[in-house]
């Protein structure tokens, strides 16, 4: 395994910044990937290669530790705040706050190795992980009671204008989401992502460069700000927050590209009004780069496509940003059609309930039944098209398959067509034991089966108590160390849709 060099490990902090402790910690890290060189863990990581991203990750959590600049302290307090332990999973009657722990390296090599896995759930007391997170800890653990503090990093983390100042904010955001250990997962995701937008630029026979490197830098800039694939399922910008301890807001409720028409100017913002609901937005002028700025500030009436995000009580233009709409009508047309969706959605939960008669949950088989449950009880008008939506649900499936129909905020009338029959509510005819023990699983990792809040009812009732872990010691040892989990495991998953 070719070995990590100082520069590598300069690059994964503020700047590409120069501290009088990276030969050390480059030398942890090298360490730290001979340990991983030894482990499984390549079998199951589509690259060997990422065994030195997860040793830099290490160190980088070590260097946290050692130098106390508090982004692991976060996550631990906030576990304890949510479910009452400094950790999910491990034993921690014996743990140390500000120290390395065993539990604590184990939790983060099965954090980088789920990463990775799109249809499975690795059982974070693999025995690969707790042998290889023990050699780990005796390392960090010999190391610690010498290892230097990274002054030049507290002195960067304490800078006053973090939190205050939106450019150098998210100058400090940016480099946590790309490079923050606690960001492997979210990491993993954005490439992911931008890797199908590279190819499907590639395969487009139309020269659209100008319509794919904005979306590129627009998709990059929305992740860095909302993604919440982490440990705590929380955006970059809350977990900076919660570690300077300096309390500041950044709001993306408008990032993504909205219709507006631009404004008055002022000395300092440009107005720009929200074409559906006529809402005015100072904007920053230092956020428009000066050549559209020089361009447009006088264009009073144009039409525009931006995204805006609000940091402390000022608002700046942020992603992509394009220009002289002449036809707005569709543009307007698909985000009124969200915003009916959404509010369909909260109408047809409060539908579902008085229908269910208080039942979480209802259980139909086939089209027949599940038409007639929305044409008859729902009183849904009977179409063609609504027929057509109810076969589709089912396509797959045999004509008396078991469906279950909950209400949530979001998507209004939940349709639930995979593993039914684990599902174990008393109301459930189609239950089956067996099955379930094999298959509940399902309803805590996977976010096509159901959506986070039907998922979370279902496991706090107790319908989904049939869900284990694969592991070693047994159904039951798995059983309850996912059931003793489940909120955490849920938040995990489920974290792109919190």
């Known amino acids: 395994m070719k070995k990590i060099y100082p520069i590598e490990w300069k690059h994964s902090h503020p700047k590409k910044m120069a501290t009088k402790t990276d030969r050390y910690y480059t030398d942890i890290a090298n360490k730290v990937l001979n340990i991983l060189s030894i482990s499984k863990f390549e079998t199951i990581l589509p690259n060997a290669d990422l065994l030195r991203d997860m040793a830099l990750s ?21 576990f304890q705040k949510r479910y009452g332990k400094p950790l999910p999973f491990y034993d921690t009657s014996e743990y140390y706050q500000g120290e390395p722990n065993p539990q604590d390296i184990q939790l983060l090599l099965w954090d980088m190795l789920q990463a990775w896995q799109d249809d499975e759930f690795i059982n974070p007391e693999s025995s690969n992980i707790i042998l290889v997170a023990k050699e780990i800890y005796k390392l ?47 990491q993993t995701s954005r490439a992911t992502i ?9 395969e487009s026979e139309d020269d659209d460069e100008e319509y794919y490197q904005p979306l590129i830098y627009s998709v990059s800039i929305s992740h860095t700000f909302n993604d919440r694939h982490n ?12 570690a300077i301890n300096r309390p500041f807001t950044l709001d993306t409720t408008y990032l993504k590209n909205k219709l507006y028409s631009i404004g008055k100017l002022s000395d300092t913002t440009l107005q720009l009004q929200d074409e559906t609901n006529k809402n005015i937005f100072p904007i920053e002028i230092d956020s428009f780069t000066s050549k559209w700025f020089k361009e447009y500030k006088n264009k009073q009436g144009c039409l525009i496509s931006c995204g805006i995000v609000k940091f402390n ?42 229908v269910s008669n208080g039942m979480p949950i209802l259980f139909m088989k086939g089209v027949k039944e599940t038409m007639d449950f929305y044409t008859k009880k729902v009183k849904f ?62 309803f805590f990792i996977d976010p096509n089966v159901i959506d986070y809040e039907a998922a979370c ?28 989990n489940a909120q955490f495991v849920l938040d995990y998953m489920f974290a792109e849709h919190l």
């Not at 910008?237 to 919660?242: D, H, I, N, T, V």
């Not at 569709?330 to 915003?339: A, F, G, S, T, V």
């Not at 979001?410 to 023990?437: C, E, H, M, R």
Request: proline share 3%; net charge negative.
């Open 58 to 78: 290490l160190t980088l959590w070590f260097e946290d530790i050692c130098s106390n600049l508090g982004f692991w302290k976060v996550a631990t307090e906030t």
């Open 140 to 186: 960090f653990q010999q190391e610690y009671e010498y290892a230097p503090e990274t002054q030049e990093m507290q002195q960067y983390l304490a800078n006053p204008l973090i939190g205050v100042d939106y450019w150098q904010t998210r100058q400090v955001i940016e480099w946590l989401s790309t490079f923050g250990y606690f960001n492997m997962r979210s």
């Open 194 to 202: 931008l890797a199908k937008i590279l190819e499907e630029s590639n």
């Open 231 to 242: 440990l705590l399922s929380i955006t970059t910008p809350e977990w900076l927050s919660a």
């Open 313 to 354: 009580e000022k608002y700046y233009q942020c992603g992509m940003l394009i220009s002289d709409i002449h036809s707005k009508d569709n543009i307007l047309k698909d985000i009124q059609e969200q915003e009916y969706n959404h509010q369909i959605g909260i109408t047809n939960n409060e539908l579902f309930k008085r």
């Open 381 to 442: 008008k009977k179409t063609i098209e609504l027929e057509h939506q109810v076969k589709n649900l089912i396509y797959n499936y045999a004509e008396n398959h078991p469906i279950a129909i909950m209400g949530t905020k979001d998507q209004g009338f939940l349709t639930i067509t995979s593993n039914v029959p684990a599902i174990n509510a008393p109301n459930n005819p189609y239950y089956n034991a067996d099955f379930a023990k094999k298959h509940a699983l399902c």
């Open 457 to 484: 009812l279902l496991s706090q009732l107790g319908y989904l108590s049939d869900a284990t872990i694969s592991s070693s010691k047994g159904y039951e040892y798995g059983r309850n160390l996912l059931q003793n």
